[in-house]
């Protein structure tokens, strides 16, 4: 039974055993990533984690890393971060292990350890590293020169050696003549511009299968390569100038500025400024002293390059000397004129009385000359010219004008040539001074000379003496002799004598006594109308006495013998002698005299006028002088304007003027109407009309046109014309015609405004029962239903109709209707026409102007006489 018992003993140890060997074999750590071995970049971070895999994790103690040296790991301090270290997740029975940054030195076995229940438990990994592709001297944007070999270079390291490819823009690149690839890059001879582009370096390790690629941008640089422009520049003195220069170049070039014979830099230099981007010199206040040589230069990576400018400075023209001149007539004169400038000034001359300048050489056949010089004087040159005139006369004197022309601009001065002559009384005239009755009178000499004459008088060859009646004022060049002649004696022929220091000259005048003119020698009636007369007058010879200014008449009725009562008129000489506010059918007497100075002469005998009875106007008179037949071509297609002078009334003041106008043809020689039906007549109810704007006519088509006046006793004969009209339609200063007055088209726009308002109101009634008539048909209906209630029954048959109908119902009986009206006879504006009280009981005043003045007709029974001046 011990025996037994110790059997099952040992048999229940052994389970116990067994058990416990099969719980650990269960028990381990586990490493993620799960490989043992793995393989890791040079430079890259790794993170690996240990994780305690048991039944019950609480009796796992927190795993440990371990390095390939066997030191335990640690975990970071707070706030730090070394390249390796380790950090605990307790929740999950795990350890990370983390390497920022990997290095070769880094490499080894890394054992993670634990213990289950006083049991260790360890796993590890291996990590491998290797060093990727790396990029060491291969710039992604690098720059070659035109015309030079470059490498693009392209410096790649990794462990295991890695193998080079290149290709440009997704070509692939070989060693060649141009290209050639070598271990750090690519080679390419004798750059051109068509190099420019992309180009792909690509590395490839086989062994770790790692692929790279860089993208190099190559640009191609070109020296700079100057523009063409004009070699030579100008520029003003005085203001600002800026010179531009340009070269192409890549990349842009930076420019500066040199002047040639001192070799300063302009970008330091006052009054200079240089744009090293655009290459824009700017010179401010440009003095004359700028003008030269200036170098350009441009600069960039690729090379450099500089132009050279020749500067002209334009100096516009100063005239510095330009003196008067004084000569005698006929001798040589000279004038000089002196100017500087750059370039040098071209001078010229010109009388300012001429518009055009002497030519450079002989003018006038030789006797002018003009001849020019110039010369370098510092930094400006000097130009000089000289006009010579052979064989001065006085139409030389005057003032000259030297005009100096550069391309800068202009300068202009006066010098005058004074030429001297003895004296002349060329402009004095011949005239005799009169006197009258003692009348003192004023005997002027006026000499014109250079220099100035002295005056001396004679009087009958003999010196003239002051005396009471004789006084002399003046010596010269003007002087005048006051005569009061008190006897005859004093009358007769007076001598000025001017004398200087070229010669001598005398003129003669006379004293006369003047006298009243003769009688008039002729007057003949020469155009007569009902109220007017024309006379053609003859006068006096005038050799007794000073000129006649004015004739004068006295006019009265036949029977009036007393020619104190008569009516007078005075006209200037050589106006038109006409008479109006005369009576038709009367008979006047007319005498007439001449006036002068002194007086009116004694009258004429006198000659009688009758006047002609009361009759139609004179026939118009156009206001320019055109034939009746001939043809006159107008402006425009479509009209012509009309226009005539107010004719004489004849006695009846004109109330109005007819226009006719016809198509007309020229057939052998004569005119005649085309079609009387196209004659048109137009009446113009104005007697101050002058002018008829007629229109609507056909282009180029002939039409005879008349203007004719009326009064109350007839037509006058027509004033007749021919006109052309212009072919087609032209647009003249005139506005055409309006068919309606503003005021109607005013009108007319109000009421198409008032009928679409009405219009628009119909349609709201009609389908919405809104607007005005609408309001006004429910005010309507109420006054209806308030008028039903009060008279009650009478119109009880009545009731509203639908939408305002104004067709009412009819009525059971009629309503009485009012007694008529009694019509009483009201007062009319109409009345009766006029009775003829015949022509003496008619008066008819009028105002119209004849002939460019004002006359006045008065018509009926002369009471009493009228009296004009």
């Known amino acids: ?16 055993f067994l058990a416990v060997i099969t719980g650990c074999s269960s028990q381990i750590l586990r490493i993620y990533p799960m490989q043992k071995q793995q393989t890791v970049a040079v430079g890259k971070s790794v993170v690996l984690t240990c994780q305690a895999e048991t039944q019950d994790p609480a009796l796992v103690t927190q795993p440990q890393w371990k390095d390939p040296k066997g030191f335990v790991i640690n975990e970071a301090a707070p706030g730090t971060r070394p390249e390796i270290y380790t950090e605990a997740m307790p929740a999950k029975q795990s350890q990370l292990l983390y390497i920022s940054s990997i290095t070769q030195a880094m490499a080894g076995n890394y054992t993670c350890v634990a213990t289950y229940t006083n049991m260790p438990l360890s796993a590890s990994v291996v990590l491998d590293t290797f060093v990727a592709i790396t990029w060491v001297n291969a710039n992604e944007n690098q720059f070659a020169t035109k015309g030079k070999d470059f490498k693009i270079m392209c410096e790649v390291t990794a462990e295991p050696a890695p193998s080079v490819d290149w290709f440009k823009e997704g070509t692939t690149i070989v060693t060649s003549d141009r290209y050639v690839i070598h271990a750090n890059g690519l080679l390419i001879k004798n750059v051109e511009e068509s190099d420019d582009g992309t180009y792909t370096c690509r590395a490839v390790v086989i062994q770790t299968g790692e692929l790279a690629e ?22 003003k003195e005085g203001e600002s100038a800026a010179i531009t220069c340009k070269a192409r170049g890549k990349p842009p070039p930076t420019y500066s500025w040199i002047k040639a014979n001192t070799r300063e830099n302009l970008a330091t230099t006052s009054r200079y400024s240089v744009n090293d981007n655009t290459g824009l010199l700017t010179i401010d206040r440009v003095e004359a002293g700028d003008y030269g040589k200036y170098i350009c230069s441009a600069v960039n990576q690729a090379g450099q390059n500089e132009t050279e400018i020749e500067v002209e400075v334009l100096v516009p023209p100063k005239i510095f000397e330009l003196f008067n ?16 400038g750059r370039p040098a000034p071209r001078i010229s001359f010109r009388k300012r009385s001429n518009s055009d300048p002497f030519l450079n050489g002989p003018n006038e056949e030789g006797r002018i000359i003009v001849e020019s010089s110039s010369r370098q004087t510092g930094d400006q040159m000097q130009s000089s010219a000289v006009i010579s005139i052979a064989r001065l006369n006085r139409t030389d004197d005057g003032l000259y004008e030297c005009i100096a022309e550069n391309e800068g601009g202009e300068a202009r001065k006066n010098g005058h040539l004074t030429v001297q002559f003895k004296p002349t009384f060329e402009h004095m005239s011949n005239v005799p001074v009169w006197s009258w009755n003692s009348q003192p009178v004023n005997i ?5 000379s250079i220099p100035n004459a002295t005056i001396k008088w004679k009087f009958r060859e003999y010196d003239l003496i002051e005396s009471p009646h004789v006084k002399i004022y003046g010596s010269g060049p003007i002087s005048y002799v006051t005569v009061v002649p008190v006897d005859r004696s004093l009358y007769g022929v007076y001598k000025c004598i001017a004398t200087n220091t070229l010669g001598e000259a005398e003129h003669i005048m006379q004293l006369r006594e003047a006298f009243p003119p003769g009688p008039v020698l002729q007057v ?20 007794m006495g000073p000129p006649t200014l004015a004739f004068t008449t006295q006019y009265k009725e036949n029977g009036n013998f007393d020619w104190n009562l008569a009516m007078n008129r005075t006209w200037s000489v050589n106006s038109p002698y006409i008479v109006e506010n005369l009576t038709p059918m009367f008979t006047y007497d007319f005498r ?28 118009p008179k156009w206001r320019e002088a055109i034939s009746s037949e001939s043809l006159i071509h107008g402006k425009f297609a479509d009209r012509y304007e009309l226009q005539w002078k107010i004719p004489a009334h004849n006695g009846e003041p004109i109330d109005m003027y007819e ?14 109407v085309a079609s009387e039906t196209q004659c048109m007549v137009e009446e113009l109810r104005s007697y101050e009309a002058i002018s008829y704007e007629v229109r609507g006519l056909h282009p180029d088509t002939r039409y005879r046109m008349q203007v004719r006046a009326h009064n109350v006793l007839g037509y006058s004969l027509p004033a007749q014309l021919y006109v052309q009209t212009a072919l087609g339609v032209e647009r003249s200063g005139f506005a055409p015609p309006q068919l309606l007055s503003s005021g109607m088209i005013i009108g007319v726009a109000l009421a198409g405004v008032f009928i679409c308002l009405v219009i628009v109101d119909l349609l709201l009634f009609c389908f919405r029962r809104q607007g005005v008539i609408a309001t006004i048909c429910g005010k309507r209906a109420k006054k209806h239903k308030e008028d039903e209630a009060k008279l009650g029954s009478l119109y009880g048959w009545r009731f509203p109709l639908p939408y305002c109908s104004t067709k009412p119902r009819a009525p059971p009986s009629p309503a009485p209707l009012p007694p008529p009206l009694k019509l009483v006879p009201t007062p009319t504006d109409e009345k009766e026409p006029l009775k003829d009280t015949g022509d003496e009981s008619i008066k008819r005043n009028s105002s119209v102007e004849f002939d460019g003045r004002r006359v006045y007709a008065t018509s009926g029974t002369i009471i009493g006489k009228n009296s004009a001046v």
């Not at 860089?214 to 520029?235: D, G």
């Not at 106008?661 to 057939?667: A, D, E, I």
């Open 592 to 619: 007439f005299a001449a006036v002068n100075q002194v007086g009116a002469g004694s009258w004429g005998a006198p000659i009688t006028v009758v006047m002609p009875r009361r009759s139609p106007p004179e026939q």
């Open 659 to 672: 226009v006719n106008y016809c198509p007309v043809l020229k057939v052998s020689g004569e005119w005649r």
């Open 444 to 448: 002027s000499c006026i000499a014109e």
């Open 214 to 235: 860089r993208n190099i941008k190559l640009e191609v640089y070109t020296a700079p390569e100057m523009e063409e422009r004009e070699p030579r520049v100008e520029i």
């Open 524 to 543: 003949k009636q020469d155009t007569i109308t009902a109220t007017s007369v024309s006379f053609n007058i003859v006068g006096p010879a005038e050799d």
């Open 1 to 16: 039974m011990r025996a037994t018992r110790v059997r099952a003993t040992g048999v229940a140890a052994l389970a116990v």
């Open 325 to 340: 001149t004084t000569a005698a007539e006929k001798t040589d004169g000279r004038l000089e004129c002196k100017a500087t």
